[in-house]
């Protein structure tokens, strides 16, 4: 069976199952701080209505992307509005739940969270952290097939122990290999990789095009075929929109890039606002400085500027 390799924000590699994946319900650079006055709108982050759990099932698994800052702590609570912990989650409330470093935290929805949000909403408070993504956990079979857009296929071989030059020593500067204006914030690309028997080690290294790793994003080591999944952050995003994309390594072919856009059919929550609003991105994850019209992200909210 092939692995399925995720690459994610916060320099986070997992191997997963190969009927689950993650679906991006939220992103953004939120700063949190409960130290903020009351009525500060960084006091807390409310990102996920109640609509939003209200459409979910019990049992549904969320994963929220935590990034620290440079304060003395950092500690993080699952609450509703009036700042109660949320059942289950009381234990955490009361020591404060604590990390030091970027964290992944999983949340699984229960009956009497999914109750309690329903009565008296969701916020997260704390100190210390920005939150950065949400995301909940998909089975890979309700995504369909075609749901992937195909760059490229064919058979390249990728090392660098070739001399400069060589075709082979890297992929992303031939025919068809260029896919910078899809590597746009909140995409995924799939990179699908076979490996070289003969070879004594397979690695792949995702770079722009002066050998430097993107952002976030470390090699890639694996001993068969596989399907590598980079989530394109904004970072990554933006390094790539101004030098490029390459695949380097050594011990295996490229067989096919594919991608799957971010979907932003589905948004159910719009606000309006003026343009006085700070740290404003447009959909392809790029900061704008002043939004004209249109659909913006500010804050962490899909906001449209009129």
């Known amino acids: 069976m092939k692995k399925y390799l995720f690459l994610m924000m916060l320099s986070i590699l997992t191997v997963t199952k190969a009927n689950a994946a993650e679906q991006v319900l939220w992103e953004g650079d939120y700063n949190v701080s409960w130290e903020l006055s009351d009525g500060d709108e960084h006091r807390e982050w409310?990102?996920?209505?109640?609509?939003?759990?209200?459409?979910?099932?019990?049992?549904?698994?969320?994963?929220?992307?935590?990034?620290?800052?440079?304060?003395?702590?950092?500690?993080?609570?699952?609450?509703?509005?009036?700042?109660?912990?949320?059942?289950?989650?009381?234990?955490?409330?009361?020591?404060?739940?604590?990390?030091?470093?970027?964290?992944?935290?999983?949340?699984?929805?229960?009956?009497?969270?999914?109750?309690?949000?329903?009565?008296?909403?969701?916020?997260?408070?704390?100190?210390?952290?920005?939150?950065?993504?949400?995301?909940?956990?998909?089975?890979?079979?309700d995504t369909p097939a075609d749901s992937e857009e195909v760059l490229w296929t064919g058979d390249f071989n990728v090392s660098w122990d070739l001399p400069e030059g060589s075709p082979n020593r890297e992929w992303g500067g031939g025919e068809?290999?260029?896919?910078?204006?899809?590597?746009?914030?909140?995409?995924?690309?799939?990179?699908?990789?076979?490996?070289?028997?003969?070879?004594?080690?397979?690695?792949?290294?995702?770079?722009?095009?002066?050998?430097?790793?993107?952002?976030?994003?470390?090699?890639?080591?694996?001993?068969?075929?596989?399907?590598?999944?980079?989530?394109?952050?904004?970072?990554?995003?933006?390094?790539?929109?101004?030098?490029?994309?390459r695949l380097h390594g050594h011990g295996f072919h490229v067989v096919k890039v594919s991608v799957a856009k971010p979907n932003t059919t589905g948004i159910k929550n719009i606000y309006m606002a003026n343009r006085k609003d700070k740290r404003c991105y447009n959909l392809n994850g790029q900061l704008v400085g002043s939004p004209a019209k249109g659909l913006?992200?500010?804050?962490?909210?899909?906001?449209?500027?009129?």
Request: with cysteine.
């Open 46 to 141: 409310k990102g996920l209505g109640q609509d939003d759990f209200a459409a979910m099932e019990v049992g549904q698994k969320l994963y929220f992307y935590f990034s620290v800052t440079g304060d003395t702590y950092h500690k993080y609570n699952f609450d509703n509005w009036s700042w109660q912990a949320l059942p289950g989650h009381e234990a955490e409330h009361a020591d404060n739940f604590g990390f030091s470093e970027d964290t992944k935290v999983e949340f699984e929805l229960t009956q009497a969270i999914k109750d309690e949000i329903a009565a008296n909403g969701f916020a997260i408070h704390g100190h210390g952290f920005h939150v950065t993504k949400v995301s909940k956990e998909v089975a890979d079979n």
């Open 176 to 245: 068809g290999q260029d896919i910078t204006a899809h590597v746009v914030a909140g995409a995924k690309i799939f990179i699908y990789l076979t490996v070289v028997p003969e070879a004594e080690y397979h690695k792949c290294q995702f770079d722009n095009w002066d050998w430097k790793s993107l952002p976030g994003l470390e090699p890639v080591e694996f001993s068969e075929d596989t399907k590598v999944t980079i989530e394109v952050t904004a970072d990554i995003a933006a390094e790539v929109q101004e030098k490029g994309f």
């Open 296 to 306: 913006f992200v500010i804050d962490g909210r899909k906001i449209i500027v009129r």
